[in-house]
């Protein structure tokens, strides 16, 4: 078994010699759309093969989901909800900031078995911010342990969501475009700059590090039709909130 440290050196080593050499420095040949707005680049690419390469090498014959790996063999997908050892891997979440030459993307990486997450890591390279779950242990940052955020003291319920949603001005809640990347979307809810967050797509590389750290600090992360997140959950909408009390409400004002 990898040591929770061992592998958030691993993902901290794997951006430096992979992904920040190519930080702003992207040629058009580096960047291609796998689909009309979904971008990837060559640090994707690079970076989830040296990471499934460690972690094939460290447990043989586990399951290795990642982002780039799925878009061209779904399988592996499809059997992660039943595999008793499996990782998770984002290489670069927040693709189009990192493209663009912005700093807000992540590594992000997720253990699961038997479909529960057990760990989950996000790495922020260029802010130097090292976030861990594990079930039962809490969630740390740069190894310093956080606390369940304070009650909000907003009288009205902030939330972010990447895209839209219909009658999102007349709901009584207040609602921002989020920063692009669930590795940096998470980290700003589990800190208590948010009061939730609303996404559309559930893929796990996207959603279960930032999952744990919501649901070990308290939170609740659900279909807008209350069924809990876990690998293989789909639905039409995902949110997620540090008070369960404010993810009733916030449901309730975008999708009631």
């Known amino acids: 078994m990898l040591h929770t440290q061992e592998v958030a050196g691993l993902l901290a080593d794997v951006a430096d010699r992979l992904i920040l050499p190519r930080f702003g420095a992207l040629g058009s040949e580096d960047i291609e759309e796998k689909k009309p707005g979904d971008l990837v680049t060559v640090a994707d690419r690079d970076a989830e093969v040296e ?39 984002d290489p670069v979440d927040g693709t189009r900031n990192f493209a663009r030459g912005r700093a807000d993307f992540a590594v992000m990486l997720a253990e699961v078995r038997q479909g529960e997450t057990v760990r989950g890591w996000i790495w922020q390279p260029i802010h130097c911010r090292m976030y861990i779950a594990e079930r039962g242990a809490g969630v740390t940052r740069n190894d310093e342990r956080l606390a369940p955020p304070p009650p909000s003291p907003r009288e009205v319920p902030l939330g972010a969501s990447y895209l839209p949603v219909p009658g999102e001005e007349q709901a009584e809640v207040k609602l921002i475009r989020s920063w692009g990347s669930c590795g940096i979307d998470y980290p700003k809810l589990v800190e208590g700059e948010l009061d939730f967050l609303s996404y559309r797509s559930m893929f796990p590389w996207d959603h279960l590090a930032g999952a744990l750290m919501v649901t070990e600090l308290g939170g609740r992360i659900a279909t807008d039709t209350g069924v809990d997140y876990h690998s293989g959950v789909i639905g039409r909408r995902l949110l997620s909130a540090m008070d369960p009390r404010l993810w009733q409400v916030s449901r309730d004002a975008l999708f009631g």
Request: hydrophobic share 50%; no cysteine.
């Open 51 to 89: 990471i499934a390469r460690v972690l094939r090498a460290a447990e043989p014959g586990v399951l290795v989901v990642g982002e780039e790996g799925v878009f061209t063999d779904p399988s592996s997908l499809d059997a992660l909800p039943h595999a008793e050892h499996a990782w998770v891997i």
